[in-house]
């Protein structure tokens, strides 16, 4: 998991390190007028990679009501343009999870596991401008509540071929 903001003082070195498409999609982030566009699912051209931007208007939920998810073929780039913040937490997927509803071979590339209350989980807030970057092996749980109240935010995920980043 990679987690960072796209004003922080050190972006372009941080997104310099990082496979291109990763790259180009924080940098597509950073610059388009992502509070304006439509809410929506939207397939594109990234530099030359096919990418999907997800436009979502969503309401932080409580960590109960929530599934952990992890997909296979797409590394997903979570950013947060308004509102929350929302709380996501992630954990390494060693196999063992029970799984809830598998759709990893379909266009959706998600497989949904059940909570595990013995699963130690690590924590991120996304707040405007903060990223997270999951990989295939980085199970997540995003949209929690990071206060006691549902918040409503709006949120982009970049959905990037793991295959265009080897």
């Not at 990989?135 to 949209?143: A, E, I």
Request: aromatic fraction near 10%; charge should be negative.
């Amino acid at each position: 998991m990679i987690y960072g903001n796209v004003n922080n003082a050190f972006f372009e070195q941080q997104a310099a390190i990082l496979p291109k498409p990763l790259a180009d999609a924080l940098r597509f982030l950073k610059t388009a007028d992502l509070a304006n566009h439509a809410p929506g699912r939207f397939p594109m051209d990234l530099n030359g990679v096919d990418v999907i931007l997800q436009v979502m208007d969503l309401n932080t939920n409580p960590r109960e009501k929530l599934s952990p998810e992890i997909h296979r073929k797409y590394i997903d780039v979570q950013f947060c343009v308004s509102g929350g913040p929302e709380r996501a937490t992630f954990f390494n997927d060693d196999g063992a999870n029970v799984v809830k509803s598998d759709e990893l071979n379909t266009e959706r590339d998600i497989l949904f596991y059940e909570n595990n209350a013995g699963v130690q989980e690590n924590t991120v807030f996304l707040a405007p401008g903060d990223y997270a970057v999951y990989l295939p092996w980085d199970v997540h749980v995003p949209g929690q509540n990071a206060f006691d109240d549902s918040r409503p935010f709006r949120k982009i995920v970049m959905k990037v071929p793991m295959a265009a980043c080897l």
